[in-house]
């Protein structure tokens, strides 16, 4: 009896202990979380982005490919978190979407935003019925809109600026700007030299202005012209592109620009998921292979 009340005691002790330790583990989390995260998750050749404001408001741009996605968040979000407010689809193509399904089934999503083009693959049209089956509201992003995700950081939509639904998906994608303080990130999803020329054309130096460049179409010569770089004059540029991808990327056209205008680079393909922390003055990366 005496053996068995021991055995009863120590089981609820450790399960206790085990209680505590996940709690302190959560709390230590959170903190390590204040400020500004930006996250280039490492997906292969594809894109999934992860913003978390300093209010904890949690979005997504891109999803990348099918089966990398999930042990990509696992390393920026907490895992009892299992919610994410908003997912941003820049363009509608497999190596930004075909990881949707997994976070679909693993997270509740709050909203989609998407640039209006189209795509007639199963994929797209599958994850078209489950957003509508599980009434997630689907928000075509246009120029002028403005996410304040909290704690005096924002989104701003650039691109697009019209119906873009007959246009190339590259072309058409969502152009967008993250800001805190004084600290600032360009998103560009896939977008192509067209794209960037619309933008120019539209906004003021300031308005493009930013200390990261995410760089365009995982650093294809078709993204990332001369003038866009050197209007947008970023100190950082991170390119999400696959180890030894069959397209070449980033292709060397790219990374000559990015070096003519003093842009340090940073790779996923070389360094892993890309984490950028920023208390609105500063920012500091860390690298996760």
Do not use: C
């Not at 689809?89 to 679909?104: E, K, Q, R, S």
């Not at 004084?182 to 493009?208: A, C, R, Y």
């Amino acid at each position: 009896m005496f053996q068995s009340r021991k055995k009863y005691a120590l089981l609820i002790f450790a399960l206790l202990l085990l209680v505590a330790t996940m709690y302190l583990f959560y709390l230590d989390f959170k903190g390590s979380n204040q400020g500004l995260t930006f996250a280039m998750l490492d997906v292969g050749q594809g894109d999934a982005l992860f913003i978390e404001s300093p209010t904890g408001t949690q979005i997504m741009f891109d999803t990348g490919s099918a089966r990398s996605v999930l042990g990509q968040l696992s390393r920026v979000m907490s895992p009892f978190d299992k919610s994410i407010d908003a997912v941003v689809v820049t363009n509608p193509d497999a190596d930004h979407i075909a990881g949707f399904m997994d976070i679909l089934k693993n997270y509740k999503v709050g909203m989609v935003f998407e640039p209006g083009t189209v795509n007639d693959s199963k994929i797209y049209q599958n994850i078209k019925t489950e957003i509508k089956n599980k009434n997630i509201p689907n928000i075509l992003a246009r120029k002028g809109m403005r996410l304040n995700i909290g704690g005096g950081a924002f989104i701003e939509i650039l691109f697009p600026d019209r119906d873009v639904s007959l246009w190339d998906t590259n072309d058409g994608s969502i152009i967008a700007k993250l800001s805190y303080g004084k600290i600032s990130v360009m998103l560009t999803g896939d977008s192509t030299m067209l794209t960037e020329k619309i933008i120019l054309k539209e906004n003021s130096i300031g308005k493009l202005a930013s200390t990261v460049l995410k760089v365009g179409h995982h650093g294809s010569r078709t993204s990332t012209s001369a003038d866009f770089v050197k209007t947008v004059a970023p100190a950082y540029a991170l390119i999400s592109d696959g180890k030894n991808n069959k397209y070449g990327h980033p292709h060397q056209d790219t990374l000559d620009t990015l070096s003519k205008f003093g842009a340090k680079v940073f790779r996923t393909d070389l360094l892993g998921t890309i984490i950028m922390k920023s208390d609105g003055q500063n920012v500091k990366f860390s690298f996760m292979k």
